[in-house]
T-cell receptor
Framework: AQTVTQSQPEMSVQEAETVTLSCTYD???????LFWYKQPPSRQMILVIR??????QNATENRFSVNFQKAAKSFSLKISDSQLGDAAMYFC?????????????????FGKGITLSVRP | DADVTQTPRNRITKTGKRIMLECSQT?????MYWYRQDPGLGLRLIYY???????NKGEISDGYSVSRQAQAKFSLSLESAIPNQTALYFC???????????FGSGTRLTVV
């Protein structure tokens, strides 16, 4: 079974600084997707960024980027120029590719989450 | 209107009561999911459904049941609520060929 590990329960960053959130995962698959979701106090789950395992290039979305190390099974999220609105819980998640498999491949497996606070 | 709507948003119920959490979607997605979120545990899958006739247990289905009344509706029931079912519950949808979920806004359930 796939597992996703977020070992840091909490982190803090100064506004305008850069912070990196860590995530590791375990899988025997070669093709899969990885995600970072943001959950602000409103509790809405918001997709921040996703990465396809077959792509070597790290995904980037504005101030958010990932460092995807497939061999190490590591998927960290870097937030640049941190803003007060970035304060939230962040979840790392894994999903097997749906291609050629059963619908069960569409299930998301989540890490335990990390609470990020941003200091003004 | 939201693409995935969960009702109620918050609910307090007593131990032993039956309660139903409802989820409806306007996305036209075949696949629907119920997750439970607990502090320090992340989100865990309770049940999932790929169409009206296809219901599957997730990793923590004990004490829960579901009903897929239509493609757009997927309800989660607690037949006899207990305090350790106090949690935030999320419904989500997805389609094959894409890799993202659409989440509802969650139902916070408290069992006293």
């Amino acid at each position: 079974a796939q597992t996703v590990t977020q070992s840091q329960p909490e982190m803090s960053v100064q506004e305008a600084e850069t912070v990196t959130l860590s995530c590791t995962y375990d899988t025997s698959e070669s093709d899969y997707y990885l995600f970072w979701y943001k959950q602000p106090p409103s509790r809405q789950m918001i997709l921040v960024i996703r990465q396809e395992a077959y792509k070597q290039q790290n995904a980037t979305e504005n101030r958010f980027s990932v460092n995807f190390q497939k061999a190490a099974k590591s998927f960290s999220l870097k937030i640049s120029d941190s803003q007060l609105g970035d304060a939230a819980m962040y979840f790392c998640a894994y999903r097997r590719t749906h291609l050629g498999g059963s619908g069960a491949n569409s299930k998301l497996t989540f890490g335990k989450g990390i609470t990020l606070s941003v200091r003004p | 209107d939201a693409d995935v709507t969960q009702t109620p948003r918050n609910r307090i119920t007593k131990t032993g009561k039956r309660i139903m959490l409802e989820c409806s979607q306007t996305k036209g997605h075949d696949r629907m999911y119920w997750y439970r979120q607990d502090p320090g545990l992340g989100l865990r899958l309770i049940y999932y459904s790929f169409d009206v006739k296809d219901i599957n247990k997730g990793e923590i289905s004990d004490g829960y049941s579901v009903s897929r009344q239509a493609q757009a509706k997927f309800s989660l029931s607690l037949e006899s609520a207990i305090p350790n079912q106090t949690a935030l519950y999320f419904c989500a949808t997805s389609v094959p060929g894409t890799n993202g979920y659409t989440f509802g806004s969650g139902t916070r359930l408290t069992v006293v």
